[in-house]
Nanobody
Framework: QVQLTESGGGLVQPGGSLKLSCAAS????????MGWFRRAPGKERDFVAS????????YYTDSVKGRFTVSRDNAENTVSLQMNGLKPEDTAVYYC?????????????????WGQGIQVTVSS
């Protein structure tokens, strides 16, 4: 079993930056692909970014391309999401997720373990 814990959320002004981190514990593996999803108020949970096991491939939803960067440190068992140029529409609860495969995916049904989520609010 793998446990995920997100950190780094909070309140930021439009145009600002935040870095989310996700720490994995338990039966971790650098071969597991990881992802970030988000749920805005009153909306479904949506895909944000994914990174392959090993970290060579990153995949983003169109709305965050050029603003968000997903990365991983396999030695530290962490995955990060650097968010720049934040917009009010980025306000959501952000979830870290992992899957028992190395390939990226934008489908939340493809993920096997999840964090509890962390709030990100973009507002002036």
């Amino acid at each position: 079993q793998v446990q995920l814990t997100e950190s780094g959320g909070g309140l930021v002004q439009p145009g600002g930056s935040l870095k989310l981190s996700c720490a994995a514990s338990g039966r971790t593996s650098s071969n597991y692909a990881m992802g970030w999803f988000r749920r805005a108020p009153g909306k479904e949970r949506d895909f944000v970014a994914s990174i392959s096991g090993g970290g060579r491939i990153q995949y983003y939803t169109d709305s965050v391309k050029g603003r968000f960067t997903v990365s991983r440190d396999n030695a530290e068992n962490t995955v990060s999401l650097q968010m720049n140029g934040l917009k009010p529409e980025d306000t959501a609860v952000y979830y870290c997720a992992g899957r028992f495969r190395a390939t990226v995916s934008d489908n939340d049904n493809a993920y096997d373990f999840w964090g509890q989520g962390i709030q990100v609010t973009v507002s002036s």
